[in-house]
């Protein structure tokens, strides 16, 4: 019984010690930070797994930044769906009441009026994305590179 328990645990340590240098641990969070946003609900949980292994990141890291951004997705999505609708010229967004009013008397309808919008929102965050990334980079890589024992300037 100890045996496997150790096991896992040494796979939870060999995960968490993964990319702990200030620059993968900036790019790890930087990426984390965008993709975290993404304007799909339910997509952001696997599209962090994916580039951590992709790219080598620290999976829990970047899983940590995207469940603490959450709230930020949820505030973001319909800007980004109202930028994006503009931006590539398509009808206005119906309110928040008529979309709540929309999904629960007939969900289908309600995708087939938002999935133009929500196309647009993955246009605009497209845009956005690599931009918000360098400067989530630059600000959490100068403080890490400062204060992380052992690094030098």
Do not use: H
């Amino acid at each position: 019984m100890i045996r496997p328990l150790r096991k896992v645990l040494d796979s939870v340590i060999a995960l968490l010690r993964q990319g702990t240098s200030p620059e993968e641990i900036a790019r790890a969070t930087a990426l984390a930070g965008v993709l975290a946003v993404f304007p799909v609900l339910g997509s952001t949980t696997l599209l962090c797994a994916g580039a951590a292994a992709w790219f080598r990141l620290n999976l829990p890291l970047m899983q940590l930044v995207n469940f603490l951004l959450y709230p930020i997705q949820l505030a973001l999505l319909i800007p980004f769906m109202s930028v994006g609708t503009r931006l590539f010229g398509l009808p206005a967004l119906p309110g928040l009441t008529q979309l709540v009013k929309l999904v629960a008397t007939d969900p289908l309808v309600a995708i087939r009026v938002f999935w133009p919008a929500t196309l647009s929102g993955i246009g605009t965050w497209l845009v956005l994305s690599p931009i918000i990334a360098v400067v989530i980079y630059a600000t959490i890589l100068f403080p890490l590179r400062r204060f992380s024992p052992g690094v030098s300037s």
